[in-house]
């Protein structure tokens, strides 16, 4: 049973446009969000979080919003650029979990120019 | 560059074998965790050590274990391999436990034959 879920395995975007990216979680007791870029052969990076006592934090180009009623949260970077383009998770931890994360499959975002 | 190191970087053997994964954290990092991406698939979350002492098990075969040595490198060893242990095994670290951001190693890609 999946507790992390990005439905979406690709999205294609034009340079220069929004980019968003979706995640839905089940578990009740996440209080902690994570957005990670992985690019080929390398490990994932960390991009932004966002703790459940927010609905929007902000890094310059990326913007992570999360609507705990809808247990849904979502990455936007404005604007897209080619170098953008990896593969996006979205993680999340639960109270108590000493910070253990549960990961999406991911996302593919393609930026083309 | 993370900061964490993860050795081998490749890794082909047989079915049955037994192998043993090394992960180097970022200095003064105390966490370690391991992940397993199988294809297709997000992380999957193994096992978590603070300090020297494990702290959480994820779905983590009894096949599998792992330790944290005083100079807080972490070893991940997977014995009687099967076919679908193949996958890429991440470590990442954080400074402590709970709502600290993950720096990931590149991993080590397992292959069994």
């Known amino acids: 049973d999946q507790q992390v879920k990005q439905n979406s395995p690709s999205l294609s975007v034009q340079e220069g446009r929004i980019s968003i990216l979706n995640c839905d979680y089940t578990?009740?007791?996440?209080?902690?969000f994570l957005w990670y870029k992985k690019y080929p052969a390398e490990g994932p990076t960390f991009l932004i979080s966002?703790?459940?006592?927010?609905d929007k934090n902000e890094d310059g180009r990326f913007t992570v919003f999360l609507n705990k009623s809808a247990k849904h949260l979502s990455l936007h970077i404005v604007p897209s650029q080619p170098g953008d383009s990896a593969v996006y998770f979205c993680?999340?931890?639960?109270?108590?979990?000493?910070?253990?994360?549960?990961f999406g499959k991911g996302t593919k975002l393609s930026v083309k120019p | 560059d993370s900061g964490v190191t993860q050795t081998p970087k490749h890794l082909i053997t047989a079915t049955g074998q037994r192998v043993t994964l090394r992960c180097s954290p970022r200095?003064?990092?105390?966490?370690v965790y391991w992940y397993q991406q199988s294809l297709d698939q997000g992380l999957q979350f193994l096992i978590h050590y603070y300090n020297g002492e494990e702290r959480a098990k994820g779905n983590i075969l009894e096949r599998f274990s792992a330790q944290q040595f005083p100079d807080l490198h972490s070893e991940l060893n997977l014995s009687s391999l099967e076919l679908g242990d193949s996958a890429l095994y991440f470590c990442?670290?954080?400074?402590?436990?709970?709502?600290?951001?993950?720096?990931f190693g590149p991993g080590t890609r397992l292959t069994v034959l």
């Open positions: 993680a999340a931890s639960a109270i108590g979990s000493q910070g253990n994360l549960i």
């Open positions: 990442a670290s954080s400074v402590e436990g709970s709502y600290n951001e993950q720096f």
């Open positions: 200095s003064g990092d105390l966490s």
């Open positions: 578990n009740s007791m996440f209080d902690y």
């Open positions: 966002i703790s459940s006592i927010k």
